[in-house]
């Protein structure tokens, strides 16, 4: 079982995962790339590695979206005041062209928030 933290908690990030969660376990996790993503996220398993590196694998669902005009599955989302207005506010391909503003639906829990379009973020390591 994992403790609830107030909002004004804190806490060591240095604990292995392993010691946290574990099949079964539900939590919540939120990143900020500007705009925050709240994420649910469960433990389906865990596998033996073995030695080698650590690696954490994850999945989403992908987000089912319908137009909000005609009903029809959404390739398209046109951002509100909010994320969640951005979620609900389906175009489907006959719609989007008479937004303004649109953002495609990504495979993606960022999908139709703050500007993302699903586009991979590069990461440059510096090899010296």
Same mark, same amino acid.
């Given at each position: 079982?994992?403790?609830?933290? !107030?909002?004004?908690? %804190?806490?060591?990030? =240095? @604990?292995?995962?392993?010691? @946290?969660?574990?099949?079964?376990? !539900? #939590?919540?996790?939120?990143?900020? #790339?500007?705009?925050?993503? %709240?994420?649910?996220?469960?433990?389906?398993? %865990?596998?033996?590695?073995?030695?080698?590196?650590?690696?954490?694998?994850?999945? =989403? *669902?992908?987000?089912?979206?319908? /137009?909000?005009?005609?009903?029809?599955?959404?390739?398209? @989302?046109? &951002?509100? $005041?909010?994320?969640?207005?951005?979620?609900?506010?389906?175009? /489907? *391909?006959? /719609?989007? &062209?008479?937004? $303004?503003? !649109?953002?495609?639906? @990504?495979?993606?829990?960022?999908?139709?928030? /703050?500007?993302?379009?699903?586009?991979?973020?590069?990461?440059?390591? *510096?090899? %010296?």
């Amino acid at each position: 079982m994992i403790a609830l933290l !107030r909002d004004d908690e %804190e806490r060591e990030m =240095n @604990v292995p995962l392993g010691q @946290v969660v574990h099949t079964g376990s !539900r #939590f919540r996790h939120e990143y900020d #790339f500007g705009t925050t993503t %709240e994420l649910t996220l469960r433990v389906l398993g %865990e596998l033996d590695g073995g030695d080698d590196e650590i690696r954490l694998l994850a999945r =989403n *669902d992908a987000p089912a979206i319908d /137009c909000h005009r005609w009903g029809a599955p959404a390739s398209w @989302v046109s &951002p509100g $005041e909010d994320d969640w207005i951005a979620m609900t506010a389906g175009l /489907c *391909d006959a /719609c989007a &062209p008479t937004s $303004e503003y !649109r953002l495609p639906i @990504v495979n993606s829990p960022r999908s139709g928030v /703050c500007g993302y379009d699903g586009a991979p973020m590069w990461i440059i390591v *510096d090899e %010296e």
